[in-house]
């Protein structure tokens, strides 16, 4: 799905069935968008994590992990080679959008790459089906391009591979963005900002002229107004993947 078809859909949504766009609304179907939702793999998910750990606990290697929520509505979160939050300056995210099928094959692969490179690295991962199976924050985005690289000449992607979130830059298939560390992440960001600009559509009863280009007008205003650094850090890398894809369905 493009941009314009995504916001076209909603607009028309909106004027015809009258419905309510909240940001939290836009974060869900943007997260789920063209998924079939699975959680049948949750178990076998958690199993392989869990022995995945012990065995760590019996090497050298550095890691930390966190977890959010339980069941099958966990996201897990693995550190590895670091105790630290991320410079969110230096770093990139990548969104590794693996088919729902192949999420442990999946993981195998990602772990093991960070590991044998050394790479300082966080990965979060949810154990049930999401357009974001496997989202891995580089601290270094030097590391970035070898990745790519690397699952490019190993695997054929567009057959591994979920369409991602259509407001996501990729290579290959592989998402990524640059977002803030701590006040709001990329998506979060999204979800705020289309929220807002679908506002200003309704109070200008101007739902007919939605469109990607409209709202990346948006996007230049509203970084005019804004105050906090992390937030415009994050307007600002928003704009830049929306000016690229744009430009690129040209």
Do not use: W
Not at 19 to 29: G, L, N, S, T, V
């Amino acid at each position: 799905m493009s941009i314009n078809n995504f916001l076209i859909n909603v607009a028309n949504d909106i004027k015809y069935n009258n419905k309510i766009y909240k940001k939290d609304d836009f974060y869900y179907i943007l997260k789920y968008l063209n998924i079939n939702k699975d959680i049948s793999l949750v178990s076998d998910i958690e199993k392989f994590y869990q022995d995945f750990l012990v065995s760590l606990n019996n090497s050298l290697i550095h890691y930390e992990t966190r977890s959010l929520k339980n069941g099958e509505n966990a996201t897990h979160y693995i550190a590895f080679n670091t105790n630290s939050k991320a410079n969110y300056k230096e770093a990139i995210k990548v969104y590794f959008p693996v088919k729902y099928k192949y999420m442990i094959s999946a993981l195998k692969t990602v772990f093991s790459y960070i590991i044998k490179n050394n790479i300082k690295a966080t990965i979060k991962f949810h154990v049930k089906a999401t357009n974001e199976n496997i989202v891995i924050r580089f601290y270094d985005r030097n590391d970035l391009i070898p990745f790519i690289n690397y699952c490019n000449n190993n695997f054929k992607l567009d057959e591994l591979l979920e369409p991602l979130n259509p407001f996501i830059t990729n290579k290959y298939g592989i998402g990524f963005v640059t977002d803030d560390n701590s006040i709001s992440t990329y998506l979060d960001t999204l979800s705020l900002l289309l929220e807002e600009y679908f506002i200003v559509l309704r109070e200008t009863d101007n739902y007919d002229n939605v469109s990607d280009v409209g709202f990346a007008e948006y996007l230049n205003k509203r970084l005019t107004i804004e105050e906090n650094e992390e937030m415009k850090y994050n307007i600002e890398s928003l704009l830049r993947c929306l000016n690229l894809l744009i430009k690129n369905k040209r």
